[in-house]
T-cell receptor, first 111, second 115 residues
Framework: GEDVEQSLFLSVREGDSSVINCTYT??????LYWYKQEPGAGLQLLTY?????DMKQDQRLTVLLNKKDKHLSLRIADTQTGDSAIYFC???????????FGTGTKLQVIP | EAQVTQNPRYLITVTGKKLTVTCSQN?????MSWYRQDPGLGLRQIYY???????DKGDVPEGYKVSRKEKRNFPLILESPSPNQTSLYFC??????????????FGPGTRLTVT
């Protein structure tokens, strides 16, 4: 199947910006997602971007999509301690109704 | 409240003792799925179901069974658990109709330890 790759760990200071990167492989993906997993909980959809968009902004979150390089990023502005979590990118391959998740990036916010 | 429930939340068992993890959703979703989460490997899909009586293998189906007799329930069955099935398991559901974005709703997870 397709591989979705992320770095495993990111550490930032409170108030700084965080950028979490993801590389996907299926060029036919229709939607790309960012899910957040807080400690001891299931995943929750944080934001998503449709494949015909380059950028999506939602309050402190900015998603950038580079289809040529199959690269997706999530920027969190003014990172807070409550943003500490594992962030998963995922791609939806419309033809197969399949969603493939990445390995997850653990974000640690240092006060 | 829209939710996916799983039971039990924690389970410690011994090798070879059959077990079932239940999953139920109240959103009338057609699609349900089971994942396992392991450190450094992310979420890997075990089985999924597109509707009642329709199930298919995901990426890591070996050692697992599922059934979908009712739309709301999707139990995961380990007929002869082994230590390499020690993991954190998540059930998820979503709609497959409409234009998207096909958000998946996850249960709280079941932490399984097989000794």
């Amino acid at each position: 199947g397709e591989d979705v790759e992320q770095s495993l760990f990111l550490s930032v200071r409170e108030g700084d910006s965080s950028v979490i990167n993801c590389t996907y492989t299926d060029s036919s993906s229709t939607y790309l997602y960012w899910y957040k997993q807080e400690p001891g909980a299931g995943l929750q959809l944080l934001t998503y971007i449709f494949s015909n968009m380059d950028m999506k902004q939602d309050q402190r979150l900015t998603v950038l999509l580079n289809k040529k390089d199959k690269h997706l990023s999530l920027r969190i502005a003014d990172t807070q301690t409550g943003d500490s979590a594992i962030y998963f990118c995922a791609e939806h391959s419309g033809g197969y109704q399949k969603v493939t998740f990445g390995t997850g990036t653990k974000l640690q916010v240092i006060p | 409240e829209a939710q996916v429930t799983q039971n039990p939340r924690y389970l410690i068992t011994v090798t070879g003792k059959k077990l079932t993890v239940t999953c139920s959703q109240n959103m009338n979703h057609e699609y349900m799925s089971w994942y396992r989460q392991d450190p450094g490997l992310g979420l890997r899909q075990i089985y999924y179901s597109m509707n009642v009586e329709v199930t298919d293998k995901g990426d890591v189906p070996e050692g697992y069974k599922v059934s979908r007799k009712e739309k709301r329930n999707f139990p995961l069955i380990l007929e002869s658990p082994s230590p390499n099935q020690t993991s954190l398991y998540f059930c998820a559901s979503r709609s497959i109709t409409g234009q998207g974005p096909y958000e998946q709703y996850f249960g709280p997870g079941t932490r399984l330890t097989v000794t």
